[in-house]
């Protein structure tokens, strides 16, 4: 069975700061993989996705996510925060011949002026 | 470009009584939509989905129910609220289409359903 697990409710970092949140999931087959970000009392609004192509993945705002199989990993990155990242992050998983999506528990980036 | 509106944005309901939440698409045509509820400290999960009229597909049994009149519509019921149907509504639609895993959802605003 598909699950997404996301380390850390809470993430805070200074402004200029590498950010980084971290996702792992288990997928029993190739998976999508996918980033979105919530802002406060908005709906969700897609980063980036992985779908077995490039292992690198640029998404907008500067983020990016690498695809690690061996570690079943997909982590997010940016190399410098800005106040306007402060937001909620959640990590995604299908597999292509299922539709749904297996959503992680969400990560609020806090930044610290 | 598409947009997606969902209403109202916040609404508080007493106990028992009924529900109607709505969702419009513009600017694409037979687009799968969904119903998705989010729960403080939780992840998304899917209540409902359509790929088409009058189509809906329930994934969790509950006291909800979702109807689509129209190709770009899609209303969240309910004909007595519980108070554990507080939470936060996401409206979303992706592309027309088979359903997949490789599906880029877009969301609506949400609304904000608080029970008494």
């Known amino acids: 069975a598909q699950s997404v697990t996301q380390l850390g409710s809470h993430v805070s970092v200074s402004e200029g700061a590498l950010v980084l949140l971290r996702c792992n999931y288990s997928s029993s087959v190739p998976p999508y993989l996918f980033w979105y970000v919530q802002y406060p009392n908005q709906g969700l609004q897609l980063l980036l996705k992985?779908?077995?192509?490039a292992t690198l993945v640029k998404g907008i705002n500067g983020f990016e996510a690498e695809f690690k199989k061996s570690e079943t990993s997909f982590h997010l990155t940016k190399p410098s925060a800005h106040m306007s990242d402060a937001a909620e992050y959640f990590c995604a998983v299908s597999e292509g011949s299922n539709y749904q999506l297996i959503w992680g528990a969400g990560t609020k980036l806090i930044i610290k002026p | 470009s598409q947009t997606i509106h969902q209403w109202p944005a916040t609404l508080v309901q007493p106990v028992g009584s009924p529900l109607s939440l709505e969702c419009t698409v513009e600017?694409?045509?037979?687009?799968?939509l969904y119903w998705y509820r989010q729960a403080a400290g939780r992840g998304l999960q899917l209540l409902f989905y359509?790929?088409?009229?009058?189509?809906i597909s329930s994934e969790v049994p509950q006291n909800l129910s979702a109807s689509r009149p129209q190709d770009r519509q899609f209303i969240l019921s309910s004909k007595k609220l519980l108070l554990s149907d507080s939470g936060f509504y996401l409206c979303?639609?992706?592309?027309?289409?088979?359903?997949?895993?490789?599906?880029?959802?877009?969301f609506g605003a949400g609304s904000r359903l608080t029970v008494l």
């Open positions: 979303a639609w992706s592309a027309r289409g088979r359903l997949s895993g490789a599906n880029v959802l877009t």
């Open positions: 600017g694409t045509s037979n687009p799968n």
């Open positions: 992985y779908t077995s192509a």
């Open positions: 359509s790929v088409g009229i009058g189509q």
